[in-house]
């Protein structure tokens, strides 16, 4: 299995620019995560869709961030407008319902906004 | 709300040495508790995730315990290598929860 994969790795902007970042969940898994890494307040949960349904989006920000999962393998995270404190590494994850299996994480995506 | 915590926050210790890394929570209705690995630059790779109901899991070098009642979980890790420095967090996952409640982590190095 590839894994969970998020597009892109790295992203530079300028401040006030649209920023979309992309998430592939693992064929099968029907939960998926969107979760913010910063140094000063470690990982976060920003929202959780389980079957292509948001169900706790209470992480999300600020109405600059809208997250969609339009069918069961693809789901994006997009800030509009982006901010420099919107700089951190953004990962997605996804999980099986199915027994108690353990989260699988992408690489990240490193979002600077300058 | 859940707190998880991890100490120390970094620690450096010679090749070939034993060593524990200590993750605490506050809310012991949890239904599993999950170590990972994180590399520089990279996304989180899973090491061992305990059931409620479980004491310890063990994979390799890595042995992972759980205290629910106390609220602690130790991840140790046997003769240690330079190729396992790495970020290591403690995460759980709350009965009444979907998501994972991660503390900040522990930065290992182990130096040659």
């Known amino acids: 299995d590839a894994g969970v994969i998020q597009s892109p790795r790295h992203e530079v902007t300028e401040m006030g620019q649209e920023v979309t970042l992309r998430c592939k969940p693992i064929s099968g898994h029907n939960s998926l995560f969107w979760y913010r890494q910063t140094m000063m307040r470690g990982l976060e949960l920003l929202i959780y869709f389980n079957n292509n349904v948001p169900i706790d989006d209470s992480g999300m920000p600020e109405d600059r961030f809208s997250a969609k999962m339009p069918n069961a393998s693809f789901s994006t995270l997009k800030i509009q407008p982006s901010e420099p404190r919107d700089s951190a590494v953004y990962f997605c994850a996804s999980r099986s319902d199915l027994g108690t299996p353990p989260s699988h994480f992408g690489d990240g995506t490193r979002l600077s906004i300058l | 709300k859940q707190e998880v915590t991890q100490i120390p926050a970094a620690l450096s210790v010679p090749e070939g040495e034993n060593l524990v890394l200590n993750c605490s929570f506050t809310d012991s209705a949890i239904y599993n508790l999950q170590w990972f690995r994180q590399d520089p630059g990279k996304g989180l790779t899973s090491l061992l995730l305990?059931?409620?109901?479980?004491r310890e899991q063990t994979s390799g070098r890595l042995n992972a315990s759980l205290d629910k009642s106390s609220g602690r979980s130790t991840l140790y890790i046997a003769a240690s290598q330079p190729g396992d420095s790495a970020t290591y967090l403690c995460?759980?996952?709350?009965?009444?929860?979907?998501?994972?409640?991660f503390g900040k982590g522990t930065s290992l190095l182990v130096t040659p």
């Open positions: 305990i059931q409620s109901s479980q």
């Open positions: 995460a759980v996952l709350e009965d009444s929860g979907y998501a994972l409640n």
